[in-house]
T-cell receptor
Framework: DQQVKQNSPSLSVQEGRISILNCDYT??????FLWYKKYPAEGPTFLIS?????DKNEDGRFTVFLNKSAKHLSLHIVPSQPGDSAVYFC?????????????FGQGTRLTINP | EADIYQTPRYLVIGTGKKITLECSQT?????MYWYQQDPGMELHLIHYSYGVNSTEKGDLSSESTVSRIRTEHFPLTLESARPSHTSQYLC???????????FGPGTRLLVL
């Protein structure tokens, strides 16, 4: 049973517009959430994170929103740039028998069109 | 410069061979992790370590083994590679008490 889901496998956005990537989770014990960006044949790059005690965190063009009641988080990128084209993974952190682990979604491939 | 290194980046090998994937870091982080990712799928945790001589299995069952003899080094070994081991293997690190993990560039393994 997948605890973190990214239901959109792909998203296409015009350059300069807003990109919104969504992520849903089922485990209410998750207390920290992260977004990673991944280019082909490279490792994921950390983008932004949010603690479960907050509902918004902003860093430059990237903003993450957390809706705990809906168990939903989203990543907003504005304005979108061609270099943002990549696969984006959301991840959730849980404490499991004293170990801190990340659970990942399947990723959304974002394409920014000029 | 603080970084995470993985070698080799790409490996094509025959069935039955023993392989070791290297991961080393100059981040100064105590925690290290190995993930496995198939194309189009999520990352799955296969091993982790919280320090020297500490190793634990992750959520995804794996036939690989790991060791942590030095803080900066966390190699992964497959005693007998099989085609089902074909995947991308990603190493990550994190500072003690911090939840953000940082990833190396990965190793793409193809077992024929």
């Amino acid at each position: 049973d997948q605890q973190v889901k990214q239901n959109s496998p792909s998203l296409s956005v015009q350059e300069g517009r807003i990109s919104i990537l969504n992520c849903d989770y089922t485990n209410s014990m998750f207390d920290y959430f992260l977004w990673y960006k991944k280019y082909p044949a490279e490792g994921p790059t950390f983008l932004i994170s949010i603690s479960s005690i907050k509902d918004k965190n902003e860093d430059g063009r990237f903003t993450v929103f957390l809706n705990k009641s809906a168990k939903h988080l989203s990543l907003h990128i504005v304005p979108s740039q061609p270099g943002d084209s990549a696969v984006y993974f959301c991840a959730a952190s849980e404490e499991d028998e004293g170990a801190q682990k990340l659970v990942f979604g399947q990723g959304t491939r974002l394409t920014i069109n000029p | 410069e603080a970084d995470i290194y993985q070698t080799p980046r790409y490996l094509v090998i025959g069935t039955g061979k023993k392989i070791t994937l290297e991961c080393s870091q100059t981040m100064g982080h105590d925690k290290m992790y190995w993930y496995q990712q198939d194309p189009g799928m999520e990352l799955h945790l296969i091993h982790y370590s919280y320090g020297v001589n500490s190793t634990e299995k992750g959520d995804l069952s794996s036939e690989s083994t790991v060791s942590r003899i030095r803080t900066e080094h966390f190699p992964l070994t497959l005693e007998s590679a099989r085609p089902s081991h074909t995947s991308q293997y990603l190493c990550a690190t994190a500072r003690a008490g911090v939840k953000t993990q940082y990833f190396g560039p990965g190793t793409r393994l193809l077992v024929l």
